[in-house]
């Protein structure tokens, strides 16, 4: 997926669209962050919601650093920043989304939990002061939002929505939805979906959407032609990148969405559908414990110098370390 000038552009986007909509979000992790970018880009004025004024300031400082580094890259100029950060808005206090007309759950837990009780909850606080219009939306990508609705006194107003990294510049939603979501729902996040620039992929029920569903066997599976002795994670990655066209090849893509966020991921499938496809990989656990994340600890398939990436060499099961065994 190529990216483009246009795509961070405020010209066509911020031009008082927002229609009397109002975004909520709770939980301004990393992928919060571009979300929230994202939709005060298109003219939305968004609220977040996180545990403590250390995080409130942390997020605002992150996406102001994402933002700096789209005026380095791509011409934004500090006005675009100022009206973008203008936008945004952090706050500890549930009361203070209770205006909102659509509000985005994508709280950042550290390892995927049978049931998600704290979704559950969160669902549960968002609906105790917001309006009986408002949809309430989780980013969770495997998870059956059925599993949360359940929890709220309107279900017909939960709806799943996925968006994919890089929040900005990926052309696609996939909206899932549970049996229980009104068409008035479906509307709505339609329409919100059109004010973000994006195309809805229609999803039905089902957990992992169709994006993690594709990705997670061919990373797995990657794994183990590495595992086997079958080629590089260069080569590999050059096989799909150049003979299927792919932006990324899978241990290039592993590395981007995190090996500690994949596991999860995995985790969520294989519970759902106990399938080995999705069962983590023996060497994706043993990069993770490592701390071998990705691109966001410096070193994963790939290490990463100064965002550059560097081929490893060594031992696949170390991926570059030298092993001392006494």
């Known amino acids: 997926m190529s990216e483009k000038l246009e795509d961070y552009a405020l010209s066509k986007s911020v031009q008082n669209q927002d229609g009397g909509v109002k975004a909520g979000l709770v939980g301004c992790g990393s992928m919060g962050q571009e979300i929230a970018i994202l939709i005060s880009k ?3 004025e968004v609220t977040f919601v996180e545990l403590s004024d250390y995080r409130i300031a942390n997020a605002i400082r992150k996406m102001e650093a994402q933002i700096d580094d789209a005026i380095s890259h791509w011409g934004l100029t500090a006005g675009d920043k100022r009206a973008i950060m203008s936008r945004i808005t952090g706050t500890t206090n549930y009361d203070d989304i ?9 709280i950042n837990t550290k390892k995927w939990v049978p ?12 609906e105790r002061v917001v309006s009986d219009d408002c949809l309430i939306v989780s980013n969770a990508s495997t998870i059956v939002i059925s599993d949360l609705a359940v929890v709220l006194k309107r279900p017909c107003r939960a ?19 549970c049996i229980n979501t009104s068409e008035e729902a479906i509307k709505k996040i ?13 999803v039905y029920g089902s957990p992992g959407n169709i994006s993690t ?32 066209g792919m932006l990324r090849g899978p241990f290039s893509l592993a590395d981007r969405i995190g090996l500690d966020k994949l596991t999860k991921w995995m985790e969520g499938l294989y519970n759902e559908y106990g399938d080995v496809r999705y069962k983590t990989s023996p060497l994706i656990r043993r990069m993770v ?4 994340l990705g691109r966001k600890s410096g070193e994963g398939f790939y ?24």
Do not use: W
Request: aromatic fraction near 6%; charge should be positive; charged fraction near 25%.
């Open 159 to 177: 709806i799943g929505v996925h968006f994919i990294s890089p929040v900005l510049t990926t052309k696609i939603i996939e909206v899932n939805r």
């Open 42 to 44: 298109s003219g939305i």
């Open 190 to 202: 339609q329409r919100f979906t059109r004010m973000l620039g994006k195309d809805i992929i229609k």
């Open 98 to 106: 209770a205006d909102c007309t659509l509000v985005i759950e994508a």
């Open 303 to 326: 290490y990463y110098d100064n965002g550059k990436k560097v081929e490893k060499n060594g031992s696949v099961f170390q991926l570059g370390h030298e092993q001392k065994l006494f």
């Open 289 to 292: 414990r490592a701390g071998m």
């Open 213 to 244: 569903r594709l990705i997670v066997p061919m990373i797995n599976e990657a794994c183990e032609l590495l595992m086997e002795g079958v080629s590089t994670v260069a080569e590999i990655d050059k096989t799909m990148k150049v003979g299927y």
């Open 115 to 126: 049931n998600q009780p704290t979704r559950k909850d969160v669902f549960q606080k968002i």
